[in-house]
């Protein structure tokens, strides 16, 4: 597939998806997903075992939290924030070769984990998302992006054209001895960091890469409890969405 370029920068909507689901207490439950890729990227790995001193989810609570209140709640200079968070993480990778966390390609695929867990975060715990309004989000995505002041060289210019970069990129994920250091943790969110997120959900919203390579297998019982407790989520959502949403709903 030929790639497009990324449409032109537009505010995010007050009522966008983006800003309905990403300070979402369910995103969180789903940042394990996008936390087992990071770790098999060996120079996101090698980042994090050289400059994180904190523990990883104490890091992610940290950067996570800072990241949705770019998007949702803005700021003057969102741009210098993420210059002054980044510009020291550089180093080289287990290969010996240089990375620099503010290079585009780099900076991109970290991104592109959340964005693959924003979606699989909706349509697990949420509802399924039609093609229009996976779309509509993924757009939102892309402004949200724009927001970090990097080079939008390697954005894909829709979900379709998306979908295949984030293929193509999980095919040179590696489980090196960092991501090997970090594993257990990347697997094991404290309470303090997401809420409660029991094992056999973290099991489940593993992305099927790094499950193969992380060797993250489904127990018994797993299933039955998983549906449990998406179920649960999914009717709370239903009993607790505002009224006046609903008239300035994006399509679904």
Same mark, same amino acid.
């Given at each position: 597939?030929?790639?497009?370029?990324?449409?032109?920068?537009?505010?995010?909507?007050?009522?966008?998806?983006?800003?309905?689901?990403?300070?979402?207490?369910?995103?969180?439950?789903?940042?394990? +997903?996008?936390?087992?890729?990071?770790?098999?990227?060996?120079?996101?790995?090698?980042?994090? %075992?050289?400059? /994180?001193?904190? $523990?990883?989810?104490?890091?992610?609570?940290?950067?996570?939290? &800072?990241?949705?209140?770019?998007? !949702?709640? @803005?700021?003057?200079?969102?741009? &210098?924030?993420?210059?002054?968070?980044?510009?020291?993480?550089?180093?080289?990778?287990?290969?010996?070769?240089?990375?620099?966390?503010?290079?585009?390609?780099?900076?991109?695929?970290?991104?592109?984990?959340?964005?693959?867990?924003?979606?699989?975060?909706?349509?697990?715990? /949420?509802?399924?998302?039609?093609?229009?309004?996976?779309?509509?989000?993924?757009?939102? !995505? !892309?402004?949200?992006?724009?927001?970090?002041?990097?080079?939008?060289?390697?954005?894909?210019?829709?979900?379709?054209?998306? %979908?295949?970069?984030?293929?193509? =990129?999980?095919?040179?994920?590696?489980? %090196?001895?960092?991501?090997?250091?970090?594993?257990?943790?990347?697997?094991?969110?404290?309470?303090?960091?997401? @809420?409660?997120?029991?094992?056999? #959900?973290?099991?489940?919203?593993?992305?099927?890469? #790094?499950?193969?390579?992380?060797?993250?297998?489904?127990?018994? $019982?797993? &299933?039955?409890?998983?549906?449990?407790?998406?179920?649960?989520? +999914?009717? @709370?959502?239903? =009993?607790? /969405?505002?009224?006046?949403?609903?008239? &300035?709903?994006?399509?679904?």
């Amino acid at each position: 597939m030929t790639r497009s370029p990324a449409p032109a920068k537009r505010e995010i909507a007050h009522h966008s998806l983006l800003r309905r689901y990403l300070p979402d207490r369910r995103f969180l439950l789903t940042l394990p +997903r996008a936390v087992a890729l990071q770790i098999l990227h060996p120079a996101i790995a090698a980042s994090f %075992t050289e400059h /994180v001193h904190t $523990g990883l989810w104490a890091h992610k609570k940290r950067t996570v939290d &800072r990241m949705i209140g770019l998007a !949702c709640h @803005g700021h003057p200079d969102p741009a &210098r924030v993420i210059r002054y968070a980044h510009e020291h993480v550089k180093g080289r990778d287990h290969t010996g070769a240089r990375y620099h966390a503010l290079t585009p390609e780099l900076f991109h695929f970290q991104h592109a984990t959340y964005v693959d867990t924003l979606v699989t975060a909706v349509e697990i715990y /949420v509802r399924p998302l039609t093609p229009a309004a996976r779309e509509h989000l993924y757009q939102d !995505c !892309c402004d949200w992006y724009r927001l970090y002041g990097i080079s939008t060289r390697p954005l894909p210019g829709s979900w379709p054209e998306f %979908t295949e970069y984030f293929t193509d =990129a999980l095919t040179r994920l590696h489980r %090196t001895q960092a991501a090997d250091s970090l594993a257990e943790q990347a697997l094991n969110p404290p309470w303090w960091a997401l @809420g409660v997120v029991p094992g056999f #959900a973290v099991r489940a919203v593993q992305h099927e890469r #790094a499950a193969e390579l992380l060797d993250i297998t489904e127990q018994s $019982g797993d &299933r039955m409890e998983f549906a449990a407790f998406s179920a649960a989520l +999914r009717a @709370g959502a239903r =009993a607790h /969405v505002p009224a006046d949403r609903h008239p &300035r709903r994006p399509p679904a």
